[in-house]
């Protein structure tokens, strides 16, 4: 007997749970500067999503520096720093086992200006307008 996990639904409601718990976590804790480190501490991150493994064991932080300023450098400084920050979490999360943190570019502003390009096309924009639509209506009036 499968369970709903495994099946390829998407994620359960407590890995939707923890990992909005995680994502408010480590927001804070990059947005207050609980973290030494002066490579955090020149850049704000924000932390758009967390996604979480079955087991609630590994923690996949989407994270995109404000304005977009060199993601790799905040990526490499999130991964020298992810044992300090687990141990943030652990300390305002309550959580059986803390997960264990991989960081990620967030590339969904990038596809969402692809998307929006796209959509500005003229071919996309007759379609859009209904100028080239085959209604019944319209196959009525050819025949």
Same mark, same amino acid.
């Given at each position: 007997?499968?369970?709903?996990?495994?099946?390829?639904?998407?994620?359960?409601?407590?890995?939707?749970?923890?990992?909005?718990?995680?994502?408010?976590?480590?927001?804070?804790?990059? =947005?207050?500067?609980?973290?030494?480190?002066? *490579?955090?501490?020149?850049? /704000?991150?924000? $932390? !758009? @999503?967390? +996604?979480?493994?079955?087991?609630?064991?590994?923690?996949?932080?989407?994270?995109?520096?404000?304005?977009?300023?060199?993601?790799?450098?905040?990526?490499?400084?999130?991964?020298?720093? =992810?044992?300090?920050?687990?141990?943030?979490? *652990?300390?305002?999360?309550? /959580?059986?086992? $803390? !997960? @264990?943190? +991989?960081?990620?570019?967030?590339?969904?502003?990038?596809?969402?200006?692809?998307?929006?390009?796209?959509?500005?096309?003229?071919?996309?924009?007759?379609?859009?307008?209904?100028?080239?639509?085959?209604?019944?209506?319209?196959?009525?009036?050819?025949?």
């Amino acid at each position: 007997m499968k369970n709903k996990a495994s099946s390829g639904s998407g994620p359960s409601q407590r890995q939707l749970r923890v990992g909005e718990l995680v994502r408010h976590a480590l927001s804070d804790i990059l =947005a207050r500067g609980d973290l030494p480190d002066p *490579a955090l501490a020149k850049v /704000l991150i924000t $932390v !758009p @999503e967390v +996604r979480m493994s079955p087991d609630l064991k590994i923690a996949t932080c989407y994270v995109m520096p404000l304005g977009g300023k060199d993601p790799k450098a905040a990526i490499e400084a999130l991964a020298t720093n =992810a044992k300090p920050l687990r141990g943030e979490i *652990a300390r305002r999360v309550e /959580l059986k086992f $803390v !997960p @264990e943190l +991989r960081f990620r570019i967030d590339t969904s502003f990038e596809e969402g200006a692809r998307i929006d390009a796209l959509l500005r096309l003229p071919q996309v924009q007759r379609d859009l307008d209904g100028a080239d639509t085959d209604t019944p209506d319209s196959r009525e009036d050819e025949a």
